[in-house]
Structure formats: C-alpha cells, structure tokens
C-alpha cells in the first residue's frame, strides 16, 4: 500500500514538473560557489557585501550631510511621488482579492499534491512575527495619541475631544490594516507561485519569468536581487536602531526612578550597541537551529506572550472602553475606508498628515516588501490561494486592529477621561516609552512593561532571523537550503551595520538609512505593478492546464495497471481531481 502511494506522489510531481515547470535547464544555484562552508552566487554575494560596505562607509564618513541628502530625497518622493504610492497601494488589494475570489482561488501553491510544512497556528504565528510585531510595539500607544493632539486634516475635530479619539483610531487602524498586509500578500503569493510551482528560484527575479524568461538567470535578474538584499539589510538594520531604542528606554523608565527605582539604567549608543550585541547573538542561535526549530518555535512565543500581555490589559484596563472603541473605530475604518485609500490631501488640509505617514508606511512597507513577502512564500506551501489571502490579508490586519483598540485605546483613554500623564509623557520623552507609560497606569504595570520589553525582543529576533533567512536566499542563488554558516553570516553581518553605524554616527545615521530604505519603496512600487500581471499570466496558465483534457488524461493515466494501485492509490487520484476541479468534473 504504502509503494502504491508513493507511485502516485512521485507521479503527480512528475506531472507538475512536466506540464507546470518552464522549459530550461537551469535550476536554483546551479551556478554557486561551494566553499569554507557557504553556497553562493557568484555575482549576487559579492556585490551585495561591496554595495553594503561602500554605503556604510559613505554614510559614516559624511555624517550629517548624508542625513541631509537623505531627508531631501525622501521629501522629493513624498511630495511629488505620495499620489503614485497610494494608488498602487489600492491596485495591490483589488488584484490580490480578485486572485482569491475568482477561479484562480483554488490553485494550490507548490501544485496539486503540495502538503503545507506547518499547521495553521503556528504559520499565522510566523506571519505575524515577520510582518508587524515590532510595528505594533513602537507605535501601538505612540500613533493615537499623536493623532489625538494632532488630528489629521481628513477629519474635521477638535483637538483632545472624543472625535479626535474616534479620528485617532480610524487613521491608526487606516495605517495598519488592510493595505500594507495586501503588498506583503502580493509580493508572497508572486514568489511561492513562481518557486513552488514552476520551479525557479525563491528570488525576487523569478516573479519577471514571463516577462524575461531566461535572462533572469543574468544581469537583470541580478539587479532585481541586489536591489532586494539592499533594501532588506538595511531595513533590518534601521528596524534594529527602532528596537534597541525602545529597549534601552523602556527598561530605564521600568527599573529607573520612574517606576520601581532598582537600578539606573543609561540610555544612549553605548547601551543600545551592547543591546544590538545580545540580540544578534539571540537571533543568530535561532537562524542556526533552522526555520522549524529556531523562527517557528520564536514565533510561537511571540503570539503567546502577545495575547499574555493582550488579555492582562483587557482585564485590568478599561475594558467597555476598549471594545467600545475598537468597534466604533473598526465601523468608521470601513465606512472611510475607500474615500481614506485615495486621499491625497491635495484638495484642501490634509496633506502633512499624507505625506508624514500614510506615504511614510506605504513606502515603507513596498521596501520591507522582499522580506516580508519572500519569508511569507517561504512558510506557505500547500496553501490554496483563497486559503493564502485569507491568512495573509484579513486575519492578520483585524488582530491588529484589537491590539491598537486595546494599548491606543487605553493610552487615549488615560489622555480623554484620566490625568493625561501618558500624554504627558510621550511629549516630554518621546514615542520610546509610550508604551511603559500607558502600562503604568494600571496595576502591574512594571511587571506588564518588563513582558513588553520581552515581547519586544523576541520580535527582534524573529524579524532578525527571518530576514536572515530572506538575504540567504537572495545571495545563494535561490535556493531553499542554505548552509548554517551563512545564515549566521548574514544574522551577524545585520547586527554589526546596525551597531556600526550606531557608534559612527548615532540615530541620525539610521534615520538616514531608514530614509534610504524608504526611496527604494519607489521602484519597488513599479516593479510590484508589473509583478500583479506576471502573476496574473502565471495564474492564468496553470488554471488552463488544470482545466485541460491533457490533464485530465494525465491523471488517469495514474490509475492504469502498470502502476498497480490499489484502493488507497484511486482515493490519491480522487482528491487530485477535487483539488483541481473543485470536485466537479
């Protein structure tokens, strides 16, 4: 039983590889240097390691004129380019729903037989710590409660009213929903189909396969990835100075003198180098144990201690004022929702807001794009597509609106009807420690802030590690196994730009960076255009080979007696037509 099982999976790959696969006889990394215990391309690594140093030493040596030229070239493409963010932004989600909601919906990524690698909960986990977990810390208490002092010109409130609140909550939900987990979406459907499915590298270059065909294996391809490991090296690295920033503050203003008083902790580029050390020594022990037993196990606690720390605020904090609020903001999110994807500002007030935040997150989000969506394509094999969209677009943007209701909605809910010490406090300190302000006011709150310092760190390390994972794919040609001592290479090589520039030029560098990292969202956004009709193309192929009387007769071929199988072999064929058909015929 079990040899007539393993015929017809044998066979069905077969069938993908001969009727899915492109016809070329290159494969992922087949022209890699094997040596001292790492497999790399040749063109891709090397370059990638030259443009990293060049820029690091470029941006130390000039200091505060790198910063300059930095923030003149993001406002150049935030004042004349915002508009052109937000539209593609609003094409990503209707073509990554008409991808799920149409016939393509029940093409199975990595092909007909393709089983997924992990359950559910633990790929939701995975997802979320790749995607927004660090996000969600930083700017979970921070961004409503500039909204409420600041309302954004969309709306028309009075500054620290109730419908400041309710605009506070609608742009942060606006800002966190729906659209940037529709790029990560798109981008990591592209890559799995085009990996799993036809066979090419797990790079961003494969996605341009019906465009370029065998020149992605040249220069072109190798622009595409060089762009890719630029932008996510530096974005891990610029996420790096964010996090260590809102670790050193946070336990200096948990075990400092303004909560429990044990211990003076210092804030500055000493601590936080010393942070991004212990840290990238964390997150390089996770890249070495591997994806199963390093990032997932990581991501597992992180959703643990997420929904510890969620419950504990629901119970202790104002708890008919948080779902108040996340329902109410959830019900002005939508009822805005279309005229909020569109607004430019350009027609009245409003555009400040646009271009400081919602074109900020968009560009960033499209530069984060490759990591994200490359690790996301990585963990998603033998889903569907419908299963896919559902995972990646719907489920992980209404978490995150509970989570903003629960820690914004508290943080406001301190600023409208408390003493406004957490608004206080972010005015005074700054965006770092609104989180352990707003922990603070409700009992265990130094307890609660040492669990969100924690959950701050593991997100690091999950988000180092991943990135790992992303780079080492880029760099060794595409390939899905990578020796051990290079994803330590490139965990160590993230750890080391970030404390490097740290101590060359202090935040200002990594504001520079990050400004740098936002630019390439530009060019990433023409190129995502183009990927949603190589997706579509692609899509659109293999629904007609599955619909094909040549796949028809290929599966039944698999029932004939010359591989001899029995009745477990006819129930494989079975669900191998119903996967393909829907279960008609």
């Known amino acids: 039983m079990a040899s007539s099982e393993d015929d017809v999976d044998s066979e069905t790959h077969g069938l993908q590889v001969d009727l899915f696969h492109p016809e070329t006889e290159r494969e992922p990394g087949d022209g890699n240097i094997e040596r001292w215990g790492f497999d790399i391309h040749p063109v891709v690594f090397p370059t990638a390691l030259l443009i990293i140093a060049v820029f690091v030493a470029a941006t130390l040596i000039l200091g505060p004129e790198a910063a300059s030229i930095y923030s003149d070239i993001r406002g150049f493409?935030?004042?004349?380019?915002?508009?052109?963010?937000?539209?593609?932004?609003?094409?990503?989600?209707?073509?990554?729903?008409?991808?799920?909601?149409?016939?393509?919906?029940?093409?199975?990524?990595?092909?007909?037989?393709a089983e997924t690698e992990f359950s559910t909960f633990s790929w939701m986990s995975m997802l979320f710590s790749a995607g927004m977990g660090i996000g969600l810390m930083f700017y979970s208490v921070s961004e409503p409660l500039y909204y409420v002092s600041n309302v954004p010109g969309f709306y028309s409130a009075q500054a620290g009213?109730?419908?400041?609140?309710?605009?506070?909550?609608?742009?942060?939900?606006?800002?966190?929903?729906?659209?940037?987990?529709?790029?990560?979406?798109?981008?990591?459907?592209?890559?799995?189909?085009?990996?799993f499915n036809r066979g090419l590298p797990l790079t961003f270059r494969s996605i341009f396969w019906p465009l370029l065909g065998e020149r992605i294996y040249e220069w072109p391809g190798h622009v595409i990835d060089l762009v890719s490991v630029f932008a996510t090296l530096f974005g891990l690295a610029t996420s790096l100075g964010l996090g260590v920033a809102q670790i050193n503050t946070g336990l200096s203003y948990i075990l400092g003198s303004s909560m429990l008083g044990v211990a003076n902790i210092p804030t500055g580029t000493v601590p936080q180098i010393i942070l991004i050390a212990a840290i990238t020594l964390i997150a390089t022990a996770s890249v070495a144990a591997g994806l199963d037993g390093g990032i997932k196990r990581l991501s597992t606690l992180n959703v643990y201690l997420?929904?510890?720390?969620?419950?504990?605020?629901?119970?202790?904090?104002p708890t008919i004022f948080i779902f108040g609020s996340w329902v109410q903001g959830l019900g002005a999110y939508f009822g805005s929702l279309l005229?909020?994807?569109?607004?430019?500002?350009?027609?009245?007030?409003?555009?400040?807001?646009?271009?400081?935040?919602t074109v900020f997150y968009w560009a960033w989000w499209i530069a984060w794009s490759p990591f994200v969506g490359m690790f996301v394509a990585r963990i998603s094999k033998g889903r569907t597509i419908r299963e896919f969209v559902l995972g990646v677009l719907v489920l992980p943007s209404l978490f995150s609106t509970i989570w903003l209701a629960a820690f914004g909605g508290s943080g406001l809910f301190n600023t409208l009807m408390g003493n406004g010490s957490v608004l206080?406090?972010?005015?005074?300190?700054?965006?770092?420690?609104?989180?352990?302000?707003?922990?603070?006011?409700?009992?265990?709150?130094?307890?609660?802030?040492?669990l969100a310092t924690l959950l701050v760190?593991?997100?690091?390390?999950?988000?180092?590690?991943?990135?790992?994972?992303?780079?080492d794919h880029l760099t060794s040609g595409g390939k899905h196994d990578v020796p051990r001592a290079q994803r330590i290479f490139w965990a160590l090589t993230e750890g080391g730009v970030a404390a490097l520039l740290l101590y060359g030029g202090g935040s200002a560098s990594l504001n520079a960076l990050q400004t740098a990292a936002i630019a390439t969202g530009f060019p990433f956004a023409i190129v995502l255009l183009v990927m949603c009709y190589t997706v579509y193309l692609g899509l659109r192929n293999e629904y007609q080979v599955l619909a094909s009387e040549e796949f028809k007769e290929r599966i039944d071929e698999i029932t004939d007696e010359d591989f001899n199988i029995n009745t477990t072999?006819?129930?494989?064929?079975t669900d191998i037509r119903e996967r393909t058909t829907g279960g008609d015929d």
């Not at 997420?306 to 904090?317: A, D, E, N, Y």
């Not at 972010?426 to 040492?450: C, E, K, W």
């Not at 072999?569 to 064929?573: I, L, R, Y």
């Open 77 to 113: 493409f935030e004042g004349n380019f915002g508009w052109f963010y937000l539209l593609s932004v609003n094409i990503f989600i209707v073509v990554l729903l008409f991808f799920a909601i149409s016939k393509y919906g029940k093409i199975r990524i990595g092909g007909v037989e």
């Open 161 to 195: 009213t109730g419908e400041a609140g309710i605009a506070a909550m609608t742009q942060t939900f606006f800002h966190w929903g729906f659209h940037p987990w529709a790029i990560y979406g798109l981008v990591g459907l592209g890559l799995a189909f085009f990996s």
């Open 306 to 317: 997420m929904f510890t720390l969620l419950i504990f605020l629901l119970v202790v904090g």
């Open 339 to 357: 005229t909020l994807s569109f607004f430019t500002g350009a027609l009245g007030e409003g555009s400040t807001t646009v271009h400081a935040w």
């Open 424 to 450: 206080a406090t972010y005015n005074d300190v700054g965006q770092t420690v609104a989180m352990f302000a707003m922990l603070d006011q409700f009992p265990l709150g130094a307890i609660s802030g040492l």
């Open 457 to 471: 760190v593991t997100f690091f390390v999950t988000s180092s590690d991943s990135g790992s994972l992303v780079v």
């Open 569 to 573: 072999g006819t129930e494989v064929v």
